[in-house]
């Protein structure tokens, strides 16, 4: 069974202040890996697909990286407006292709 | 605007009773997912359709059934509810069920509360 863990369950950084989120996975052949960030009310919202160990990809305050048992989400010099649920998600490569999610990490900012 | 479109935003009802929510897929997606998500569960898959025909099962109850129309809307049927069953319900959609190169697009979900 695939299997997404998340750590740290919540994270309060102060702006300007960077971190990293991890997310640990167990998949029988990965298909990709996902990023989505989730406001409070709202449906996620997707940042990045990782495919093979070594890739990364950025976006603006957000890079997210990926080896074969885990991903990072860095957040450099992070503002309020980053605070959000960031949930992780891994694709198998066969059977359903349905994703498992983890439960996520909530990261407040505060200015 | 996501482009997946979900009706109601809001639905209170009591326990034993039935409800429908609704789903448009964002334009040219041929599959729908519906998702659970609760605070003590996270996000759990339920269902998947693929261009009218269903394509995989999670852990959707008996109580629950949901199907894909000819127009590729969908409707996730809630009957016999429960207090357990207040969560909020997101349905999702992607091209195909394989390449999923920008995951899915969620819609706004369903907030139930059963009462």
């Known amino acids: 069974e695939d299997q997404v863990t998340q750590s740290p369950e919540a994270l309060r950084l102060q702006e300007g202040e960077s971190s990293s989120l991890n997310c640990s996975y167990t998949?029988?052949?990965?298909?990709?890996l996902f990023w989505y960030r989730q406001d409070p009310g709202k449906g996620p919202e997707f940042l990045f697909t990782l495919y093979s160990a070594g890739e990364e990809k950025e976006k603006e305050r957000l890079k997210a990286t990926l080896t074969k048992k885990e991903s990072f989400l860095h957040i450099t010099a992070p503002k309020p407006e980053d605070s959000a649920t960031y949930l992780c998600?891994?694709?198998?490569?066969?059977?359903?292709?349905?994703?498992?999610f983890g439960r996520g990490t909530s990261l407040i900012v505060h200015p | 605007d996501s482009g997946v479109t979900q009706t109601p935003k809001h639905l209170i009802t009591a326990t034993g009773q039935r409800v429908t929510l609704r789903c448009s897929p964002r334009s040219g997606d041929l599959s729908v997912y519906w998702y659970q998500q609760s605070l003590d569960q996270g996000l759990q898959f339920l269902i998947q359709y693929y261009n009218g025909e269903e394509r995989a099962k999670g852990n959707i109850l008996e109580r629950f059934s949901a199907q894909q129309f000819p127009d590729l809307h969908s409707e996730l049927n809630l009957s016999s509810l429960e207090l357990g069953d207040s969560a909020l319900y997101f349905c999702?959609?992607?091209?195909?069920?394989?390449?999923?190169?920008?995951?899915?697009?969620f819609g706004s979900g369903t907030r139930l509360t059963v009462v």
């Open positions: 999702a959609s992607s091209p195909s069920p394989k390449t999923l190169n920008y995951g899915y697009t």
């Open positions: 998949v029988s052949g990965l298909r990709g």
């Open positions: 998600a891994v694709q198998p490569s066969g059977g359903s292709y349905i994703p498992t």
